[in-house]
């Protein structure tokens, strides 16, 4: 399920549904796989062919049932994990089962024979079907449109024209919104009156479909056109609006002379760097009503955009190309791993060009395993090629350090006027207080980099790398300052525009910035890769027919037959049902698709059907009406297709989350009891076992005694090492071999594909259920207040091996906050947390605070002792000696610092 930003009152859920064929089709394919699975396991079972540990299973079944029909069943479900089937596909399944049981090995091998010769003609491909070209005559009428049978088409057929002509249709769409795209007028002002002129559609009508419009602007009547041009305007609509934010941008950071609104101090940092200041981007983000990680993702992308229109010296893209050939040339001197292993670090932060200088010791910035490894490679590399020479020159810029304490002052007077201006107890006072403490480190310490400052480099990795230099000086450690960066950036963006200035560097800035530059029209990015579009549904066009079923007509009042198409209200009422909605597929042959453009006719339909889940029947029946329904370009390596049916509603009531999962896992853990506190902490970790660890304000909480509620969790990573250590290095060996046929390379892609999709739906599924595992605590312990780990700000970036795999199996996804507000508010509304008030993001970095030493007065310290385990914890201070498990101790201190929030600050709480 995808959310929506609500819009005028109106919220919107997105909802993903597997379009299903026929029973007719389904039905015996699915008898004779559950055939095949029982007569394997029959034979395994008759072969003693187990694993030590399935054996040990099956062992334990034995002292519990001793009839050995009823033994041989039960083992099988739990060799092919059937426990949780409902009791109509376990019934279908003992019925065959009870057929089997009495075989003996050769009549297995036999019925196994004759069920794989069935199933293979279920696969059967037509080969007149699957040429590049058929007629119309060529597709099988059947006899019921909405179930044909397996005589007239094998499953695998039907599946795959349909798959196949969807394709077809998508690239359609994708080829004539790419070649019209240039026609539509910049205005949608001009485009109404344009279409006003042209039609007898009422202005009304073309404002609340923007398509209609478009059709009668490009003059093209066709249906299936029309589905290209609803995603056209509405694309056009985003494009105008991003063009409006790049002038609401550029006005604040050019101001005019009467404006209230001036940012332009923020103007040297955007045109040096791809970031921005948090300041600006706060402001950007609640004027603009979106997140602040989305500004600062759309302001990076402008930048990137005009980065080739600056002047070079303030170029950031072409470093990547810089320290790609610098590394190449030490690379021919590197003579062991490790050696090559500095290269590649010192690249990676853009300080390579400075390896061979001998006042210049980039020790800091590497491991220090490495460290007497770097000094030998920093002695063979005497320099560099005269056309390497260039290139850095090119691209560096020498600061003297007249103009770089000139800037640095400059920034601290006005950090400091701002500090002055502020209530001496005030965060905004403090933080003020703390950076111009950075600043002047940073200037009183600026003649140790002389060397560094005659070769600087725009951009965020080169400044970093210096900062983090700037920390391992004598001076700086003396303070105990860690992170340098934004002051250093600070006070280099404003060296460079004193710089840059006199070369107008500023006002080419400027002249640049320009919503041209920063914003392509849609469909026509040089980088863009689709070629297929997905197909929005629109109830009056029927490219895609919709039925209540197959061939249902209706009499008007001049006595006519016609098809009786669903409208969004008719295809509410029916889901709201458990009925089905019909869809009809459009069959075209391959070769209809000439330089992506479909034309003629189409030569069948194929039916399909849409089932709304009981999620969703539930949304309806709360209130939620069917706005409109997509189709999904299809992909992968199976003939699925999956619909997104987007619901609208006015009120967040239709949408609320069931809060059935407590009273479920009441009954599955025997209704655990725990201690109640009025403040509960989380800390999530890699999906396993300490996947979320939970602790109160007065005491941690085990999750892994029994019931153990995180075995699952350690479970799916097993299951996620097997996929990924095992599985799919397995068939990557095979197809790096070079060996097999290519119907097996095609096979073994097909599985990596699948296994990574099955990777993605465990991870997917177990960080949703460790938010459900926290609401069930919150119940359990009665909480008032709750906080929230805000590990989001971890990514992957930066970060490779063990790290990179840990940090991608967290549970650190924004958007994840958000839904825990929903639903904490939705089982609150069912009177499930009665005593529930807020919450609040607490920082992620206590792991190495000491939580009884907090609570014993003595302040947040990192006493974590170095060199243990990385899931334990032991405090350093002799008098505490506390020693426990990392992660509920980092649960306890978020419990324990919203505690002290809460108590310090009135509420309500502050969720960002």
């Known amino acids: ?43 395994r079972l008759h072969s003693d062919e187990f694993t030590s540990k399935q054996l040990k299973t099956f062992e334990e079944l034995a002292h519990k049932y001793k009839d050995p029909r009823i033994l041989a069943f039960e083992q099988f479900k739990r060799y092919n994990s059937l426990q949780q089937a409902n009791e109509l596909v376990i019934s279908r399944y003992e019925t065959l089962f009870d057929d089997y049981f009495s075989f003996s090995d050769l009549q297995l091998l036999e019925e196994l024979e004759r069920i794989n010769t069935l199933i293979a003609e279920h696969k059967t491909q037509d080969g007149e079907l699957n040429s590049s070209t058929f007629s119309k005559s060529a597709v099988p009428t059947f006899e019921d449109p909405a179930n044909p049978q397996s005589i007239e088409i094998s499953l695998h057929d039907y599946q795959l024209l349909a798959n196949k002509s969807l394709k077809l249709i998508c690239a359609h769409i994708n080829t004539f919104a790419v070649k019209n795209i240039d026609k539509l007028p910049e205005t949608r002002a001009e485009l109404l009156q344009v279409a006003l002129n042209t039609t007898k559609i009422s202005k009304s009508q073309l404002k609340t479909h923007p398509y209609k419009a478009a059709s009668a602007y490009l003059r ?58 948090k300041y600006f981007l706060y402001y950007v983000s609640k004027a603009w009503n979106v997140d602040l990680g989305w500004v600062r993702n759309t302001l990076v992308g402008w930048r990137r955009k005009i980065d080739p229109h600056l002047p070079v010296k303030l170029q950031v893209e072409p470093l990547t190309a810089l320290m790609n050939d610098l590394a190449n040339h030490c690379k021919a001197q590197v003579t062991s791993e490790d050696e090559l292993r500095v290269i590649c670090l010192l690249q990676k932060r853009y300080v390579l060009h400075l390896i061979h200088k001998p006042s210049v010791n980039l020790a800091p910035l590497l491991p220090k395993q490495l460290w007497a490894t770097y000094q030998a490679l920093k002695m063979r590399i005497k320099g560099w090629t005269p ?138 990015s040089q ?20 039925q209540a079923y197959p061939g249902k007509t209706n009499i008007t ?63 309806l029946n709360r209130g ?114 070079g060996k097999g046929s290519p119907q097996q390379w095609g096979r073994w892609k097909t599985q990596v594909t699948l296994l990574h999709q099955r990777r993605d739906r465990i991870m997917t599924e177990k960080k949703r259920q460790a938010l459900m595992v926290y609401l069930y605590m919150i119940y359990r312990t009665g909480a008032s207040y709750a906080a929230w780990d805000g590990i989001q700000g971890i990514t992957t970036r930066g970060k490779t091996g063990a790290l990179a795999t840990s940090v991608d199996y967290m549970v650190k996804e924004k958007v994840l906050y958000d839904t825990f507000l929903e639903w904490v508010s939705d089982l609150k509304e069912q009177g499930l947390l009665p005593k529930y008030k807020g919450s609040r993001i607490v920082t992620p970095y206590t792991s190495h605070i000491c939580s009884e030493c907090y609570t014993q007065g003595r302040g947040l310290r990192k006493t974590r002792a170095k060199n243990i385990a990385y899931d334990e914890f032991k405090c350093t201070d002799p008098v505490c000696g506390y020693v426990g498990n990392r992660h509920a101790n980092s649960a306890r201190m978020g419990a324990l610092l919203l505690k002290l929030q809460i108590e310090t600050v009135p509420f309500p709480l502050s969720t960002g």
């Open 527 to 546: 980088k863009r890769t689709k070629s297929h579009l997905p197909l929005n549904l629109l109830f009056n066009k029927y490219v895609i027919e919709r």
């Open 557 to 619: 009042k001049k006595g006519k037959e016609v098809k009786a198409y669903l409208t969004n209200k008719e295809a509410t009422e029916l889901l709201k049902k458990g009925e089905p909605i019909w869809l009809g597929l459009p069959i075209y042959s391959p070769d209809q698709l000439q330089e992506g453009v479909l034309r003629g006719r189409k030569k069948a339909t194929f039916w399909f059907r849409l089932c709304a889940s009981p999620k969703i029947r539930d949304c």
């Open 387 to 524: 056309v390497l020479q260039q290139e850095i020159a090119k691209q560096c810029t020498n600061i003297s350090r007249e103009i770089f304490v000139q800037a640095g002052e400059q920034l601290y007077q006005s950090v400091e006027d701002t500090m002055n201006s502020l209530d001496a107890g005030s965060i905004g006072y403090k933080n003020s207080r703390t950076f111009l403490k950075k600043l002047r480190l940073i200037l009183d310490n600026a003649d140790h980099f002389r060397a560094v400052f005659q070769h600087y480099l725009p951009g965020n990795k080169f400044t970093s790398a210096v900062a983090k230099l700037f920390t391992h000086l004598k001076a700086v450690k003396n303070h105990r300052i860690t992170r340098l960066f934004t002051a250093l950036r600070g006070i280099v963006a404003l060296t460079f525009a004193r710089i840059y200035d006199t070369s107008g560097a500023t006002g080419q800035f400027k002249s640049v910035f320009t919503p041209d530059n920063c914003v392509v029209r849609p469909y026509a």
């Open 220 to 277: 093209s009547g066709r249906n299936i056109d029309q589905l290209a041009m609803e995603q056209m305007t509405g694309m056009m609509e985003i494009y105008r609006n991003t063009r409006n934010k790049v002038n609401y941008v550029k006005n604040l950071l050019y101001p005019e002379q009467d404006d209230t609104t001036d940012f332009s101090a923020a103007l040297p940092v955007l045109m040096t760097y791809y970031s921005l200041p």
């Open 624 to 737: 939620a009406q069917v706005k409109s329904i997509r189709l999904n370009v299809p992909k992968g390596p199976t003939n699925k297709i999956v619909a997104d049916i987007i619901l609208t509603a006015s009120d967040p009531s239709a949408f609320a989350h069931w809060g059935k999962f407590i009273t479920a896992w009441d009954r599955q853990f025997g209704a655990p009891a725990f201690p109640s506190g009025d403040y509960i902490g989380a800390d999530f970790n890699r999906i396993g076992k300490y996947l979320i660890a939970v602790a109160t304000a007065e005491q941690e909480l085990d999750l892994a005694r029994p019931p153990n509620m995180m075995k699952k969790f350690q479970k799916a990573y097993d299951q996620l090492e097997k996929i990924r250590k095992i599985e799919i290095p397995n068939i990557m060996r095979k197809l790096a071999s």
């Open 1 to 43: 399920m995808n959310r929506n930003t609500p819009s005028n009152g109106e919220l919107l859920r997105t909802y993903k549904v597997g379009l299903r064929c026929s029973e007719g089709l389904l039905n015996g394919f699915r008898d004779l796989m559950r055939s095949q699975q029982l007569l394997r396991f029959l034979q």
